[in-house]
């Protein structure tokens, strides 16, 4: 990877593992439908604004059904599926969960012939996948219906962002990563608004909440996803999307520092299986990636 890739890599796993704090505010503030909403149209709305305001010229393609799609599944799906599903079993939870998209990716690449599935590459899903067992652990919450309703919305969150990742990847890889972005939450945001009926903001904001939100949206929305938007493209679907193992060791960071909760030495072992899994898939470590899984 070029040095600005792997700058945007640990970008957004910090930017992402800190999200799960924001992301309570705003959920708790504003329900699970309109945090959703509400972050679609505002993260949009910021970067039409900075394109006008920098002579950013958009080319967005001449249909928009794959900015619609990629909004559906990437954007309206997986935040969707995120917000209603964290509160229920726990950001530790979501952030065990969020760490499977990579293996939905690799699949869907391989199917749709996208990406070449090495078994090195396969080795470092493994290797994260069970970092992620170590690192998080037992549930913090009881296994109620409502938690096993919040895993049911956690796997649909992350099939969606795998789904429409390889998707932009495989039907926008002509379209710049702002169009994508802007076109995909414009979607996501027209999509989800409909629940709004069903699931109203639950109270009124306070004006910090609405600090949260704008700051949900735009630092951690608009920027973050242009930035993986632009690794698609360079780097391939999955691994770019590799970067959510990161992101779940950042949140589990977050979790012991900020809101106290533990962490065992076989959780820090966890962290450093992660990260040489990572390493892997993304071929930063000297193993030879070669044999394809299929001639």
């Given amino acids: ?90 950001t530790a939870m979501a952030a065990i969960f969020v760490a499977s998209i990579p293996l939905f990716s690799m699949v869907i690449a391989q199917v749709w012939g996208l990406e070449r599935i090495t078994p090195v590459r396969v080795a470092g899903l493994l290797l994260g996948t069970l970092g992620i067992v170590m690192l998080v652990g037992f549930p913090a919450v009881p296994v109620t219906f409502a938690f096993v309703l919040g895993c049911l919305a956690m796997v649909f969150s992350t099939f969606c962002a795998a789904f429409g990742s390889n998707y932009a990847s495989r039907f926008l890889k002509d379209t710049g990563p702002w169009e994508v972005t802007i076109g995909a939450f414009l979607a996501g945001g027209v999509i989800a608004l409909p629940l709004i009926w069903v699931v109203p903001v639950p109270v009124a904001p306070q004006p910090i909440d609405y600090l949260y939100l704008v700051a949900l949206a735009g630092l951690m929305s608009s920027l973050t996803y242009v930035l993986y938007f632009g690794l698609v493209a360079s780097i391939g679907a999955t691994r770019a999307i590799s970067v959510e193992f990161a992101v779940t060791v950042v949140a589990v960071l977050v979790g012991a520092l900020v809101l106290d909760e533990p962490l065992t030495l076989v959780q820090l072992a966890g962290g450093a299986v992660i990260i040489a899994g990572c390493a892997l898939v993304l071929g930063l470590l000297p193993a030879k990636d070669k044999i394809p899984l299929q001639p």
């Fill in 1 to 90: 990877m070029r040095p600005r890739d792997i700058a945007a890599y640990l970008f957004l796993a910090l930017a992402w593992g800190l999200s799960f704090l924001l992301l309570l505010k705003v959920v708790a503030a504003f329900g699970w439908v309109g945090a959703v909403t509400f972050r679609c149209f505002i993260a949009a709305a910021i970067l039409l604004v900075l394109a006008r305001s920098t002579g950013r010229k958009l080319s967005f393609p001449a249909s928009w059904v794959p900015l619609a799609v990629v909004g559906a599944t990437t954007v309206a799906g997986q935040l969707i599926g995120l917000s209603y599903a964290t509160p229920l079993i726990g």
